[in-house]
């Protein structure tokens, strides 16, 4: 976790009730023992297939505010890389499952996506990236908590698992993690307060997101 005084880890602290209840869902319990009923899962990924199609060419859009050539190349490569990573996890477990990804978007996945793209259509690379966060940070916490739990052998969603909860994905998140500090040290108060509430909103969406693929149904 970032240093305490980071705007990373005061971020971190602003959600964290969210992220608390992300762990307890049943969702995330019933994925990490293995005993989600598949039905819940296929409408999850199949949401996910749309959100991160979204996802991945709001992340090379972002990119493009991006105009340090280092912090470029670098967040250019992590979304090449991840993208590509989980579309081939997506693939391998929509051919197990048979999961029929031609499906209309939910409320919480068009919603979601209206919001990072909201915040990219600022201009503000510090307020694009804020939005753009969760997705990568706290998938990747959820990851390496339901790996920490959870027995993968045997388990059907072993490669959703162990994708998020990786070293290579965690040392992309880490390097973000970093980029989204040096962007809001040198931001104004203000900017910094619109990162925090553009980080806030898109964690609720996380847990929205999950809650939708166990319920069937939008309960904001």
């Known amino acids: 976790m970032a240093n305490a005084s980071s705007w990373t880890a005061q971020a971190w ?31 999850y990924l199949a949401q996910d297939e749309l959100y991160i199609g979204n996802y991945g060419r709001q992340m090379f859009e972002l990119a493009e505010l991006i105009t340090e050539p280092e912090a470029h ?18 693939a391998l477990l929509i051919d197990r499952f048979g999961i029929d990804t031609q499906v209309l978007p939910s409320p919480i996945t068009a919603d979601y996506n209206a919001h990072t793209q909201a915040a990219i259509a600022t201009g503000s690379k510090e307020i694009g990236l804020a939005a753009m966060l ?8 959820v990851g390496k908590y339901i790996l920490s739990i959870a027995s993968t052998e ?17 040392a992309g998140v ?3 993690l970093k980029l989204a500090d040096s962007y ?10 619109a990162m ?16 939708y693929g166990y319920f069937g149904t939008d309960r904001r």
């Open 196 to 211: 925090t509430a553009a980080y806030i909103e898109a964690t609720q969406f996380e847990y929205w997101f999950w809650d």
């Open 13 to 43: 602290q602003a959600a964290a009730d969210i992220y608390s209840k992300i762990l307890e869902h049943p969702f995330i319990k019933e994925l990490a023992a293995g005993t989600l009923d598949p039905s819940r899962f296929d409408k």
């Open 134 to 141: 969760p997705c990568m940070w706290v998938y990747n916490e």
């Open 184 to 193: 809001a040290a040198a931001a104004t108060a203000e900017v910094r307060e």
């Open 174 to 176: 880490n390097a973000v």
């Open 73 to 90: 190349e670098m967040f250019v490569a992590f979304a090449r890389e991840g993208i590509e990573g989980e579309k081939a996890m997506h």
């Open 154 to 170: 045997g388990n059907p969603y072993r490669e959703w698992i162990q994708e998020y909860g990786n070293e290579e994905f965690t």
